[in-house]
């Protein structure tokens, strides 16, 4: 535990200069367009590259040193950071640079991901597997409270190129927190030779591991459904809708990812303590089922701050119990000497629908869905009472759609026994090795 300690210190600090960054830069490109379309573009390539390169990434995490992967992964980020300081600083940053940025900060995590989350198997037991997860997820969570705060002062005080310097300085604190320890490498006890006669094959072979197991692609398939949901709004809109429905007020939108922060800083805290429910899989469905029927449907219906306060605040507080109660059982069932293939597999599909909902995100909402529920619109009059009129309205009824939709994606997974059952039907890797 203490060098997991170490190195997650050295990326709490890293995620949150990283957020500052991106948020400083996401009211600069709302300001310079006022399109959601714009927003959800910047997710959409956040995820694309990282969709492309996890196969290749995955090979590489298993054949070198985990910790210089992630160091890698960390120099080349702030390297690029650097580079929009720079551009910034002549004033000659333009809304393709943060395109651009977003895919290579999409491929170096396509590495820093999969390597991190390996090597956490390679440091604790697995009764802590939950527990780390949930201070990953803490880590995440301090960010999304802190950065925008952070940000808020900040850019009043030093400006965007301020913010992004201190950016920087974070990941040399990551890459410091990483140079101070060493990550033992697994033993071979996986027999691949059969799947590996070609490059091909390596390629393959995460893949191959997953679909031979029911249970994990079944689980992998319910997450790429919610992903797709989540996409559509939470993680492309939301913002947008925010500084639609408030005029443009900053301090609005950072308030409302605040409470999202301090919803997941609360869910991460009570793993830490707790360690999740002994079934990891209700941790899974039934918090996802939650989260999308009290996150979206008061995202959708508020129409003040405090509302979405509330809505951001239970709806990720069931964040953490989720994507803890998932790695547990990822890292509980597959091999530790291919986990960089696997889970780069995994990250892989499960986060292919990301693109996709970010893609549809920006003009459902520019195009459909706001025109559709402005003053005389064709759902004003029918939907009105529920979202009301106006600039933001027709993004809150994408949020009813998800919530709906999310929620029956979620609880699908109990009517596949193989899901339902995966952490008792499939052994775990120590239980292969005997």
């Known amino acids: 535990m203490r060098i997991f300690l170490i190195i997650w210190a050295g990326q709490l600090v890293s995620l949150l ?20 379309t714009t927003l959800a573009l910047l997710g959409f390539f956040s995820y694309g590259p990282y969709v492309l390169v996890s196969p290749f990434a995955g090979i590489v995490v ?9 160091l890698l992964a960390d120099l080349c980020a702030g390297l690029m950071t650097v580079g929009l300081l720079l551009l910034f600083s002549t004033g000659e940053l333009r809304i393709w640079h943060l395109y651009l940025a977003e895919s290579l900060a999409s491929v170096f995590e396509a590495f820093q991901i999969p390597a ?59 890459v410091f927190t990483l140079l101070l320890v060493r990550i033992p490498r ?14 091909l094959g390596e390629l393959s072979f995460g893949f191959r591991y997953i679909f031979a197991r029911r249970g994990l692609l079944g689980l992998l398939l319910i997450f790429a459904g919610m992903n797709l949901f989540a996409a559509l709004t939470y993680y492309s809109i939301l913002p947008a809708m925010i500084l639609a429905r408030t005029g443009s007020d900053e301090l609005a939108l950072a308030t409302v990812q605040g409470a999202l922060g301090v919803g997941g800083v609360v869910g991460s805290l009570l793993i830490g303590i707790w360690g999740g429910p002994k079934r990891r899989i209700h941790a899974c469905l039934t918090g996802a089922a939650l989260s999308f029927l009290v996150g979206d449907f008061l995202m959708a219906v508020g129409r003040v701050v405090p509302t979405w306060v509330v809505a951001a605040f239970l709806g990720a507080v069931f964040i953490p119990f989720i994507t803890s109660a998932q790695q547990a059982i990822w890292q509980s069932k597959v091999a530790p000497d291919v986990q960089g293939r696997v889970f780069s ?65 979620s609880l699908s997974g109990y009517l596949f026994d193989a899901v339902r059952n995966v952490e008792v039907d499939l052994p775990d890797h120590e239980q292969v090795l005997a």
């Open 116 to 174: 991190y989350s390996a090597s956490i198997t390679m440091l604790v037991s697995k009764e802590q597997y939950a527990r780390t997860s949930g201070m990953h997820s803490l880590a995440q969570s301090t960010s999304t409270v802190l950065a925008p705060i952070f940000a808020g002062v900040l850019l009043g005080l030093v400006g965007i190129g301020g913010v992004m310097l201190i950016d920087v300085a974070t990941f040399l604190f990551a």
């Open 17 to 36: 200069g990283t957020g500052m960054t991106r948020f400083a830069l996401l009211v600069w490109a709302w300001q310079q367009t006022g399109e959601a």
């Open 345 to 409: 597999a995994k990250g892989m599909l499960q986060m292919a629908t990301f693109p996709v909902g970010y893609l549809l995100a920006g003009p459902l909402a520019d195009w459909v869905f706001e025109p559709a529920m402005v003053a005389g619109g064709p759902l004003a009059d029918v939907l009105g009472w529920l979202v009301g009129t106006g600039p933001g309205a027709g993004m809150g009824l994408m949020f009813v759609c998800t919530s709906v939709l999310g929620m029956a994606m």
């Open 62 to 70: 298993d054949r070198l040193d985990r910790r210089w992967v992630m």
């Open 186 to 199: 697994p033993s071979r006890v996986t027999d691949t030779s059969d799947m590996l006669e070609s490059s």
